[in-house]
């Protein structure tokens, strides 16, 4: 199955286009390198999770305006016909360096570093800081979630909360990264391969004269996939019901998969719900919890003794709701054969392409990062950055998302427990290079 | 222009599907109607925007699985053909009854009620929730920046950080129903035709030998369209280059629009840059600010005096940084010809049909609103839902987008100020009709 359609070169702010105007008008067509990194942390992130590349890099190959689009710049009636003409014909030609879908990074490092003529690096900015940063940003958050439930598995089910259509689709593909098992997105299912899942809503309970109509019904239509919610009326005449349901659906050979909670104490009722099931002979059905869980609440409710199977994780995670945006930009580094950097008040940005040196402990552990310029090498580190796209051709297929997931499980667990924690802010170390640092004095 | 393409009915949570499958299996083809309602409020939100029904009623309207999907649906084998050959002919034939987009409301309010075959209305459900949910919370925040911007123009620049691409396009839709002037988002320029805006970026004035040179190209491009961005190095620096070049273009016949502050102290900058330009002669020159401005700030900034013209709100309101979701839910009120309600623990719902009624004073001023039944007569009130789809068919052709926001500043101008401000909970009084209540009473 394939990836949803192209945003499109218009998916842009307009000063990308007055900028490219006055560079194409000035016959500014040198190279430039830009640099993609998260600026500041205003919660407690003490890691990411790399996302979105994919999409970035099939923007890229794809970018070319089309008929409609010009004939739309042509209305507004700001642009030269010559520098219509010219966008037309333009398709990035460029490099892109980044870290692989899946890494674990930190603050300040680039994620990724575009390499073209400045007009093609600057359209795609917009693009790049939206994909990117909102795939990141719910990795991030998702990973988190992988942290706090410690093995039981996750199931995304945001899509109704999330910010618009696209978000929903990137969600599901972003939780999958970070560790989830799933999600309740039938569309990222189809797109992207990920295993779907399902319950009931209360509606369906609703209506049927009573909760174990609406229980045989479901069974009878899924007896091998059935999970029922237990709470419309009251939790636990809905276990009680459930548990009776079950019975009859094995004998006649048939398993219940599990109940599901959708609203109240989930420590109490999760515990007295598993006694129901237990004493019914029913040990195999599991419990899913659903309502309002993120990060907190999986650690608290675990924490305080619930018994529950699987979480089905919505809104909070699908709109990262304690951080609902990450500070990410995209800065010049590199211009005309110079290193640059901005020096704007609180907004400093280190001049140079670059490259990021992960070292590690004789077990495998993390032990720091090393910024330091793209040709250095600092044999203890693995480079992290790779070169994924030059002269605008890809120069991989894309890796299979559970290859992504892989690659963020094994860099996670590499990752000391200590920069886990989700309240408390550790700093991972993540240190300049003695070349990295001199170019800084030397460049303006 | 066109808006871009349907989502799809696999934009929905894999239980919709599930569901109705059951429901087919069992022959369950009764009509329900599902009323769609903000529940809680859990930060100041004293009012809310009504925005997204033109993408809902399009979906609907366009509804239909393609052969793709039921490919997608067949392969993952817990459907039966029988279904699925259902699915395949599936339309939306139901009606919808809702608030036009731009109208004011509250809390517990439906804002759309949902009229169908229970199948159909049951597989929306989704994308009605992620719709309306996602357009209405963030025209609710914009409106309360354009509160509190008081008359000056406000410019959406989230493009790059809202959370996906589809969020990008309908937050630059929703902003300019709630009074939003114009947009950086090139695309929903030409998709909605919203004025779209512009200046430069830091990498442009880096991208010169000099600022006065960049600034100088800039205008040479665009001579009466230039907006300077003067803090790449220093802002009172940047101010007088900025009125230097401006002088320049003078003498040729051009004028300067303005020039943009992105960093530092938004006050005391702008009455300084505001005494350069006065004591150049350049009075007209506008003063644009950006950088993190929500609600709360452009309030800060004014209060304590910032001679700001027009501000460039971005990321905060991009994804609604306090608020980044509504609780949005869309409950089933009557079935088979009988009135339904949950009773599950805090998640009451209201059963029945309904209609919301708003009463104003002499002036015009809102007084009041009561929930009533659909089919009542309130006299002293305007009925706020309206039928807009029926049989599946859109009975109107969607109003233009600024007669939207035209809607919306009608009914914000009539909602006392009271219930504007952004720091105090105030609620407005909406109240349930005797016939409404009394239903309550006799409804499981």
Redesign the interface.
């Known amino acids: 199955?394939t990836e949803s359609?192209r945003?499109?070169p218009?998916?842009?702010?307009?000063?990308?286009?007055?900028?490219a105007?006055?560079?194409f008008?000035?016959e500014?067509f040198d190279t430039?390198t830009?640099s993609l990194f998260i600026r500041d942390v205003y919660v407690t992130r003490n890691y990411f999770v790399a996302a979105g590349l994919e999409q970035v890099l099939n923007e890229l190959a794809g970018f070319q305006f089309s008929d409609?689009?010009i004939r739309?710049?042509q209305s507004?009636s700001?642009f030269s016909k010559h520098f219509l003409d010219y966008l037309r014909q333009l398709h990035f030609t460029g490099e892109v360096n980044a870290m692989p879908e899946g890494t674990v990074f930190f603050a300040n490092e680039p994620v990724m570093e575009v390499t073209a003529p400045?007009v093609e690096a600057?359209l795609i900015?917009?693009f790049v800081?939206?994909?990117i940063?909102?795939q990141t940003m719910i990795a991030s958050k998702a990973a988190r979630c992988f942290h706090a439930a410690a093995g039981r598995p996750l199931i995304d089910?945001s899509?109704?909360?999330?910010?618009?259509?696209?978000?929903?689709?990137?969600v599901a593909r972003s939780t999958f990264i970070a560790g989830f098992a799933a999600t309740?997105?039938?569309?990222a299912?189809?797109i992207y391969g990920i295993p779907?899942?399902?319950?009931?809503?209360?509606?369906?309970v609703?209506?049927f004269d009573n909760e174990r109509d609406a229980f045989f019904?479901?069974a009878?239509?899924?007896p091998d996939?059935s999970i029922f919610l237990i709470?419309?009326?009251d939790s636990f005449e809905g276990a009680r019901h459930a548990a009776a349901v079950a019975k009859e659906m094995q004998k006649r050979g048939h398993t219940l998969i599990g109940v599901r909670l959708?609203?109240?104490d989930m420590v109490s009722l999760s515990r007295k719900v598993r006694k129901i099931f237990d004493a019914a002979g029913l040990s195999d059905v599991k419990i899913f919890a659903s309502s309002g869980f993120d990060e907190f609440k999986i650690t608290k409710v675990i924490s305080e003794g619930a018994v529950i199977d699987a979480f089905g994780v919505g809104?909070?995670v699908?709109?990262?709701?304690d951080a609902?945006?990450?500070d990410?930009v995209y800065?010049?580094v590199w211009?005309k054969g110079r290193d640059?950097r901005?020096?704007?008040?609180?907004?400093v940005t280190l001049a140079g392409e670059k490259q990021v040196f992960r070292t590690s402990d004789r077990n495998g552990c993390y032990s720091e990062d090393i910024i330091g310029q793209r040709d250095e090498i600092i044999a203890e580190g693995q480079p992290l950055l790779e070169k994924v796209m030059e002269n605008g051709r890809l120069l991989y297929p894309h890796p299979q998302l559970n290859m992504l997931q892989e690659r963020f499980k094994e860099n996670f667990a590499a990752l000391d427990d200590g920069y886990k924690s989700i309240q408390d802010h550790k700093a991972y170390p993540v240190k300049l290079s003695t070349r990295l640092q001199n170019l800084q004095k030397e460049s303006k």
Chains 1, 2 share one sequence.
């Open positions: 199955m359609h945003a499109g218009l998916f842009t702010d307009l000063y990308e286009l007055t900028m105007a006055s560079y008008a000035h500014v430039a830009f409609q689009d739309y710049l507004i700001r400045i600057q900015e917009t800081l939206n994909t940063g909102f089910f899509l109704r909360r999330t910010q618009g259509k696209d978000a929903g689709i990137k309740s997105n039938v569309l299912g189809k779907i899942s399902g319950t009931m809503a209360h509606s369906y609703s209506a019904a479901y009878d239509t899924f996939h709470d419309t009326y959708d609203s109240g809104t909070k699908g709109v990262s709701a609902p945006f990450v990410i800065k010049m211009f640059v901005k020096l704007s008040p609180g907004k």
